[in-house]
C-alpha cells in the first residue's frame, strides 16, 4: 500500500476539535420528527468521523481480517481473536489487556466464535456457533453464565429480547430471514417476509443485515438491494419500506460468477446500522480504478491489501423517514462496521511490518457546516 494511500487512510479517522465545536454548534437546529439536523435535510451536510481508539496487532497475527469491535464502559475495546476461541479486551492507549477464554468446550471456553455482542447491562454475548452455546460477560469480560443458544445472535433490544437474523431450516421456520428471540435465545416469532422462501442460490436476496431501531424496532436490508425495511419484531409486520434512490448501488441478486479477479465486483451492503436519528449504511463497491487482472479466470482470494486494491466502501447517512440521502462519503481503504456497536474500523499498516498493524476505531457522525 503507498505511503500516499496510508496518509488518506490515517486522514480519515482523525476528527478536529474544531469540527466537533462547529457540529455541537449547530445541534440545536435539528428537525423535529427525528433529531436529524434540519440542515442536512436540504444536503447540505458531509460525513466526519469521531475517533474512539485504536488497537495493535502486536504481536501480529492476533486478530481476524474482518474486523468487529465493540466498547466497554471504561472505553476499552474487544473483538474475536484470529484463532476464534477467545475475546481479545484492549485498553485506551490500544494494547492488549486481557485474553478471555481458551479453547474446549467447558466453561468460559470456546470453539469457534465470530463476534461479541453488547447487551444492555454494560454485559456482552459471544456466541459459540459450533457448541451452540452463548456465554454472557459482565462490565469487565469476565464470564457471568452460559446458555444454550442454537440460533445465531445478532442483535440485543431493550427489551431483554434478541434478534437472530439468519434462516431455520425447520419446517414452519424455514423461509422467513429474522426471529425475535426470548431471554432464553428461544424462537418467539419469525418475520422479514411477506412469503416465506428460501434459495440457497441467492444469498443477496434471501439474507438480512439488522440493526436496531428506536423503540425497539429492527430495520432490515437484503445486501444485493438498496432498500431499508423497518420491521416490529412484536407484530411481526413491517412498517416502513424505503427503496434509496442511488446512481453507484447496482442490485445484484447473486454473486458474480466464480468471484474471479477478471468479473468485475458488484455492489454489496455490508452494514447497516441505526443511530436514533440516523440510518447509516456501508457499501462494498468495485474500486474506481478497478480493472480485470491478466490471465485465466481464477477465484479472488481474501488478502487484506488486494481486497483494498478491488474495492472501495460508500458509506451513506439516510433520513430513515425519507429515505432521503443526508449525505455520503467514498471511502478508498477498506473499511468496517459493526451494527450492534456502531463502530467503524480501518487498518493502518505499520512501516516495518514485522510490528503488525494499527486498527483505527471511529464513530460515523453528520456535520453541519458553517452558515
Request: proline fraction near 7%.
Amino acid at each position: 500500500m503507498t505511503n500516499a494511500r496510508v496518509s488518506r487512510m490515517s486522514a480519515t479517522v482523525l476528527f478536529s476539535t474544531a469540527a466537533i465545536a462547529l457540529a455541537l454548534s449547530a445541534a440545536s437546529a435539528v428537525d423535529a420528527r427525528q433529531g436529524v439536523p434540519a440542515h442536512c435535510l436540504t444536503g447540505g451536510c458531509t460525513i466526519g468521523f469521531s475517533r474512539v481508539g485504536s488497537v495493535r496487532d502486536a504481536p501480529p497475527n492476533q486478530l481476524l481480517d474482518v474486523l468487529s469491535l465493540v466498547r466497554g464502559p471504561k472505553g476499552e475495546l474487544a473483538t474475536i481473536a484470529r484463532t476464534f476461541d477467545r475475546v481479545l479486551v484492549f485498553g485506551t492507549n490500544g494494547t492488549l489487556l486481557k485474553s478471555v477464554g481458551e479453547k474446549g468446550t467447558q466453561r468460559g471456553q470456546f470453539m469457534r466464535v465470530n463476534k461479541v455482542i453488547p447487551i444492555p447491562g454494560n454485559q456482552f454475548i459471544v456466541r459459540d456457533f459450533q457448541l451452540g452455546i452463548a456465554t454472557v460477560l459482565d462490565a469487565s469480560f469476565a464470564v457471568l453464565r452460559t446458555a444454550a443458544a442454537p440460533h445465531s445472535i445478532d442483535l440485543a433490544l431493550g427489551s431483554g429480547q434478541y434478534i437472530s437474523a439468519q434462516h431455520i431450516r425447520t419446517p414452519g421456520l424455514v423461509g422467513y430471514p429474522m426471529h425475535l428471540l426470548d431471554d432464553k435465545f428461544a424462537v418467539v416469532r419469525s418475520f422479514g417476509a411477506d412469503t416465506p422462501e428460501y434459495r440457497s442460490d441467492m444469498p443477496r436476496l434471501m439474507n438480512r443485515l439488522v440493526a436496531a431501531g428506536p423503540n425497539n424496532m429492527v430495520w432490515a436490508a437484503a445486501p444485493g438491494r438498496y432498500t431499508f425495511e423497518e420491521w416490529d419484531p412484536r407484530s411481526g409486520q413491517r412498517t416502513r419500506s424505503l427503496a434509496v434512490k442511488s446512481s453507484w448501488f447496482v442490485q445484484s441478486l447473486r454473486s458474480a460468477p466464480l468471484e474471479n479477479v477478471r468479473v468485475r465486483p458488484s455492489s454489496l451492503i455490508e452494514s447497516i446500522w441505526h443511530d436514533g436519528a440516523t440510518l447509516w449504511s456501508l457499501s462494498r463497491v468495485a474500486d474506481a480504478a478497478w480493472a480485470p487482472r491478466p490471465g485465466p479466470p481464477t477465484e479472488r482470494p481474501f488478502e487484506v491489501a488486494q481486497y483494498d486494491r478491488t474495492f472501495d466502501w460508500v458509506l451513506e447517512a439516510i433520513d430513515p423517514s425519507t429515505g432521503r440521502v443526508l449525505a455520503s462519503r467514498r471511502l478508498s481503504e477498506a473499511h468496517w462496521a459493526d451494527a450492534a456497536s456502531q463502530l467503524l474500523s480501518t487498518r493502518v499498516p505499520s512501516a516495518n511490518p514485522a510490528e503488525g498493524y494499527t486498527v483505527h476505531v471511529v464513530i460515523a457522525r453528520l456535520e453541519v457546516p458553517s452558515l
